[in-house]
């Protein structure tokens, strides 16, 4: 018998950025006065200190920024996939997002790698994001 991954519990404006992401398209929180794109999402722009924002669907399109390799699994849900690597993808709006890595193949990793986040929903219904080589 397998265990299942804990999945987790957002609250807030994370919240709201899984709901979108929930829906199958990745969401970005925009601020609503000067454009400026901002995760993970705040109540403020850092830029104009609007309050006011909405949520910008993104093709999930970017480079590969960092990541790290896991070997021992801190939750035994996630243990069949080791070693796994946990990615941070600076998108092409400029956010860095962190999803985990669909490359299939650690090795093929390296700075600047042009990625796409794919989201799909585990058996909790919560939504995963991964990334994948985009050329
Ligand atoms: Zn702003």
């Known amino acids: 018998m397998s265990i299942q991954p804990r999945a987790p519990q ?72 080791l070693p796994y690597a946990t990615l941070v993808v600076e998108l092409d709006e400029g956010v860095r997002l962190i999803g985990a890595d669909g490359t299939q193949d650690i090795a093929v990793l390296s700075p600047g790698l042009r990625m796409v986040g794919q989201l799909t929903q585990d058996s909790y219904g919560f939504p995963f994001l991964t990334f994948v080589e985009h050329p």
């Open 10 to 81: 957002p609250e807030g404006l994370n919240l709201e950025f899984y709901e979108h992401a929930a829906s199958g398209t990745l969401h970005i929180q925009q601020c609503s006065d000067c454009g400026h794109f901002r995760h993970p999402p705040r109540y403020f722009c850092p830029v104009c200190f609007s309050s006011h924002y909405r949520w910008t669907p993104s093709e999930g399109r970017g480079t590969l920024f960092s990541w790290t390799v896991t070997h021992f699994p801190y939750d035994r849900g996630w243990a069949e996939g």
